[in-house]
């Protein structure tokens, strides 16, 4: 076919694609310059190394700790000390760490069960970084016991109460539209409590405010690693949801169908319990049962309500008339199941990084389900039978006042 | 309503694949090691095996640049000249210098300021009413002096005589008395970063008749404070931690050991000397003939030395250390090896 116009547009579009490429190759080339090798055009200041002890393990007669060089140069670990006493150690796989590379320092030490112990990392420069253990406690065997222990919290944190949430379908079923925007607010408050809760926790282990224990090294970033996580979290999430509902015929303005809508907040939620499961799992394997214990009463009473958050919107009008027992209980399963991966992640394999990378992707799914069913709740109150064209009107503004009392009420038993 | 759910569950599922891969490159290196391939010893004498790099400047041999075996009985006496009257002249020629960085402990290097390349500087030894003569050369780049204790005019004190970077000179000259183990430093503000980075040493003055003959050498109670917070990282007896654990000061049974101690430690008040199996007769500052204890521990605070005399009666290892754990868990212990006496042993 000949299309004289072809190679026009083709030479066009390659002329398009260099005139791209162009600032990227001048930045290329100025970075070389500046900080390629044999450059002495920036030797300004001291670089100072970082080591961060990012996980302490008590195994039989031995402490593990893992370290992260997270400082801006190459560092090499050359003592390990416990409580400031310099010790016998090994280090896995070698001592020299690169940027943001790990390794494992193994020190044999008869350590005591409960008593607070220090341990501390010296680098080829002599600087010595430390990190402190309140109490010292045998590090979970990744065994099948274990695993069943750890999922069985997860069962009675996530699974069983988001199910018994899920019983008040039917008596949400067939409500008059003002009480259903009620429950839909209710249920935007919850997750926007959950969010906010999330967030934070997410926020104070990136800034390593949690310090002692679980603290995240300031070199990735602090706060900027969850807005950035928890925002192409939502952003992910809003362009699948947007476009499942156009390809589903929905209603034609983008909004999600119901039962897309429980899906995406089961979603959502499961992503918050997966959290909730980490937090539990890791205060097991830190070895504080007695906090463990309470996070799971916690944890399940303020559970229960996030079934009423999937029930809502099947609750409506453009519902379905009976939702499958079946469905419903994967939809709980998708909520309340997360939780026991999360116990066995919190459990065998902590970082705070990956903790802190989880807790944002939670931030901005639930954030993003938050954003779906307040529009949902905007629609209802615009359209036919709704209770005016004011949002939120008096039902919705009282909906998420309950719902983040609620949520405030149930969270502090924690 | 089938399809979209499966498109999303498709969508879900990419998504826990995607945060699957990020868990497990974030997620810490497994303990277990493919190839167990080095061991170590712990306190208890237990073999742990590594496939990775073994950190133990205790039990494991290992050598750095500086050579606390060679210092420990290296003493200089000088270039040796009569003068007309009958007097003996010694001349030192002694350098400073504080750019260079020393492997100090194994993997640990640090800022060292040094008299003629070491930390401490050489040990200086005359006999009592020798001239001492001190050629100083400042090839550093701050200024540094030389201030020995002892006894001498005003002008040689060091102090108020600073001598200039890259290259300054200065002449100390006195006679060597009073007889004992005395330290000397530089004397330039800030003075505790100046003995801190390691310019000091040791200076002996013997008497005129001798000391009985023994097994001589000299140990400096010094500390690092490599991360500069004010506090030591690391003790020992001449600079390396745990040197003389794994380099055992090999002496002989029956044989008379005199050790020249003098503590240099900084930023902590005191120090200490225990001796296992033994005690030993301490001579304060060495001025005295006579012993004012016989004990298996002394307390010294800043420069505070003396002499220790002993001999072993039986063989073997014995441990000697500061008594102040922390400093011996930290690089301040060794072990003199007893070698039984009789011609097999050397």
Partial sequence: MADPGAGRRQRGRARAAAAGLVPFAFVVAMAAYVAGPGSEAIGLGVPLPDVSIERIDFVDGEIRAVVRNTGPVPVSVAVADVNDRIQPAAVEPDGRLERFES??????????????????????????????????????????????????????????????????LPFMRGMRSRRL?????????????????????????????????????????????????????????HWAGGMLARRAGGSG??????????????????????????????????????????????????????????????????????????????????????????????????????????????????????????????DMERGPGGPGAGFPGAAAAAGLAAGMSIMYATSIIV | M??????????????????????????????????????????????????????DPMYAVSTVEFDPDAYLREFHYGTVSELPDGTVLREFTIVAEDGLVMEVAPGVFYNVWTFNGTVPGPTIRATEGDLVRIHFVNNGSKEHTLHFHGIHEARFDGVFEPVGPGGGRFTYEWRAEPVGVHPYHCHVMPLEEHIAH????????????GRPPADEMVMVL???????????????????????????????????????????????????FHLHGNLYHYYPTGTDTVPSAYTDMVTLSQTERGIME??????????????????SEKGWSG????????????
């Fill in chain 1, 181 to 237: 925007v009620f429950f839909l607010s209710l249920t935007a408050g919850l997750l926007l409590f959950l969010g906010a809760d999330a967030a934070e926790e997410a926020l104070s282990l990136a800034s390593g405010v949690t310090g002692e224990e679980n603290g995240l090294d300031a070199g990735f970033g602090g706060a900027m690693l969850v807005v950035v996580s928890a925002s192409l979290s939502f952003l992910a999430l």
């Fill in chain 2, 222 to 272: 010094n500390g690092l404070d490599t991360d500069f917070d004010g506090e030591n990282n690391f003790y020992a007896a001449n600079t390396v931690p745990f040197h003389y654990q794994h380099h055992p000061v090999r002496i002989q049974q029956g044989e008379l050991v005199r050790v020249y101690v003098v503590n240099m430690v900084e930023f902590d008040p005191v120090n200490n």
């Fill in chain 2, 2 to 55: 089938a399809r979209p759910a499966a498109g999303r569950a498709m969508a879900m599922a990419l998504a826990a694949a995607a945060a699957a891969a990020l868990l497990l490159a974030l997620a810490p290196p497994p303990g277990q090691a493919q190839q167990e391939d080095r061991t170590f010893l712990t306190h208890s004498g237990a073999v742990v095996r590594t496939s990775g790099e073994v950190l």
């Fill in chain 2, 198 to 209: 390691g310019l000091y040493g040791v200076y002996i003055v013997d008497p005129k008749e």
């Fill in chain 1, 253 to 378: 303005n983008g909004r999600a169908s119901p039962m897309a809508a429980a899906l995406m907040i089961s979603a959502g939620i499961g992503l918050h319990n997966l959290g909730e499961g980490l937090a539990i799992g890791a205060a097991v394997g830190l070895g504080e049962a007695a906090l463990g214990a309470f996070l799971v009463l916690g944890f399940a009473l303020h559970n229960t309500t996030e079934g009423i958050a999937i029930a809502a919107p099947l609750a409506g009008s453009g519902g379905p008339r009976r939702t499958p027992v079946l469905a419903l209980a994967a939809l709980g399963l998708l909520a309340g199941a997360p939780a026991i991966l999360g116990a066995w992640m919190g459990g065998f394999l902590y970082s705070p990084l990956s903790a802190a990378v989880f807790l944002s992707i939670g931030v901005g799914a639930i954030f993003q389900v938050a954003w779906v069913v307040l529009r949902w709740v905007r």
């Fill in chain 2, 310 to 327: 002993f001999s072993y009666d039986y063989p073997g290892r014995y441990l000697f250390h500061a008594h102040k754990v922390e400093f």
């Fill in chain 1, 103 to 168: 390794a494992l320092v193994r020190i044999p030490f008869p350590w005591n069960e409960a008593e607070p112990y220090t341990v501390g990392i010296t680098t080829d420069d002599g600087t010595r970084f430390e990190r402190r253990v309140d109490a010292a406690a045998p590090s979970l065997e990744p065994d099948a016991g274990t695993a069943g222990l750890l999922a069985t919290l997860g069962v009675y944190v996530g699974v069983i109460p988001v199910m018994v949430g899920l019983l008040w």
């Fill in chain 2, 335 to 346: 072990v003199f090896l007893v070698g039984e006496s009789g011609p097999e042993y050397g």
